[in-house]
């Protein structure tokens, strides 16, 4: 495996060096946090794409693939839909607000205390999505190399914080565009064909995989529909996702390059299913399948060869957990610390500061959970249960107050909480009940709390 080690070693000494060219662009507050907003397509296709593809699309739609065949590609489909629905139709509302974060368009539409409240949501979600990567990059790492978990973790982890930390989005911009390419290259292009040449063609898979394997709904419709309920909605009021839009240099960009960038996650689904697939005929009786990923990369590729897949799959999970350090640093710069120091706004050093004490504390808590899905869903639950109700009534609905807006955030986010503990992070029940009790607490409350002949400052 020394070749392999050595590729790898080389693919994250490159992350450091593109880490520090993006220093030297971050000149800016704005630099640091939205890349200046003056991407092109290019870049702006690739950062979005390589944001949303991470540990749990790579490593976890493998092992969607493995156990449920090609249907396990509704998770990057969800994924991907997210994305084109929110660059076609939000996108250009939200380049004209030339603001930071999702929370702040709550209190253009409710007052700052809403701010508060949903920042502390969005700060959870962020955390949990980069949990959700270094996890996986651990788990590779562990596999592969036979390296203790947690020195996996710390190892791959601390190379995103540190390349997140000097540079921010342009930081974030410049390994982006590398490691899209390389995932591209790495896992459809080299991947993909050799794993169904050692199965023997496509036949051959046809062959020797059950037919339930080639339906595109034998995960089963409740599971569907839960990945867009959770996934879809949670990709449209993400402050990691929102915050790549914010780098776009105009409208188009934004319309077109993050179509493309949508349509290339779904297709990034179906290959990392067939890769899961061809994993269940080349290795049957695996222990766990959470390691199918690494398990088929390590049986089905030569030295070298191996290195750079390797390489392709650390790139998918170091960008998802960059976006996401940054967004969670972001959310405390610019929404919660703001209010301990007067409204006092945060310089480019308490930017980078706090970026630091986020990616640090993010290590410990990746030390203590160890399923990617699960804390993906864990992430995307809160998201969604909390958030989604009171961002749709802000926009939409001219009644909407914000005793009304903070009931649901709150009502919402603990329904969630207390159906994961009760029926387990897989269940569908929590995205259910969270959202149906945020619906009728935001609709109940805003109607009795609003005062009649009231004017609702901000509604459209």
């Excluded at 020394?2 to 693919?11: M, S």
């Excluded at 610019?334 to 500061?353: A, T, Y």
Aim: net charge positive; charged share 10%.
């Amino acid at each position: 495996m020394a070749l392999d080690l050595f590729v790898v070693l080389v693919y994250a000494a490159g992350m450091l060096v593109l880490g520090y060219y993006g220093m030297r662009r971050a000149k800016t507050h704005e630099d640091y946090l939205v890349a200046g907003r003056n991407l092109g397509p290019s870049l702006y296709m690739g950062t979005m794409a390589a944001t949303v593809l991470g540990g749990a699309s790579t490593v976890g739609t493998v092992r969607l693939g493995y156990v449920h065949g090609i249907s396990g590609f509704w998770l990057c489909a969800a994924l991907g839909t997210g994305i084109i629905a929110l660059n076609l139709f939000l996108a250009k509302p939200l380049l004209k607000l030339k603001i930071f974060t999702v929370t702040q368009v709550l209190e253009k539409r409710y007052n700052p205390m809403a701010r508060q409240a949903s920042a502390v949501i969005m700060l959870t979600y962020a955390l949990m999505v980069v949990v959700t990567s270094i996890l996986a990059i651990g788990t590779v790492l562990q596999v592969l190399f036979g390296l203790p978990f947690w020195i996996s973790v710390l190892l791959g982890g601390g190379v995103v914080v540190v390349y997140s930390t000097i540079g921010g989005m342009w930081s974030l911009t410049l390994t982006d565009i590398v490691q899209f390419v390389i995932k591209t290259v790495g896992l459809m292009f080299i991947l993909l064909p050799i794993c169904l040449y050692r199965v023997g063609g496509w036949d051959e898979l046809v062959a020797k995989l059950p037919a339930s394997s080639f339906s595109f709904t034998a995960i089963g419709w409740d599971t569907i529909i839960t990945y867009f309920m959770i996934y879809f909605f949670g990709i449209l009021i993400g402050q990691d996702i929102w915050q790549r839009v914010f780098t776009a240099r105009d409208e188009k960009v934004a319309q077109y390059a993050g179509t493309f960038a949508g349509v290339y996650c779904i297709l990034y689904g179906l290959a990392c299913a067939l890769i899961g697939m061809a994993a269940h005929v080349l290795i049957p009786d695996l222990d766990n399948v959470n390691n199918a990923f690494a398990a088929i990369v390590k049986a089905s590729l030569p030295d070298g060869i191996r290195g750079l897949v390797i390489a392709a799959a650390l790139a998918a999970m170091m960008s998802t957990a960059s976006a996401g350090l940054l967004a969670a640093s972001t959310v405390l710069t610019e929404d919660l610390l703001p209010r301990v120091r007067g409204g006092k706004q945060s310089s480019l050093g308490v930017n980078r500061l706090f970026t630091l004490l986020t990616g640090i504390a993010v290590l410990g808590i990746a030390l203590v959970v160890n399923d990617v899905i699960s804390a993906l869903t864990l992430a995307y639950n809160l998201l969604v249960g909390g958030m989604l109700i009171p961002l749709i009534g802000a926009i939409f609905w001219k009644r909407a107050t914000t005793c009304g807006a903070i009931t649901s955030m709150t009502l919402g986010f603990v329904t969630a909480l207390v159906f994961m503990f009760k029926d387990g992070l897989d269940a569908n029940t929590p995205i259910y009940y969270s959202l149906a009790v945020a619906l009728v607490s935001f609709v109940l409350v805003s109607v009795l709390s609003r005062k009649p002949g009231a004017v609702v400052a901000g509604a459209a």
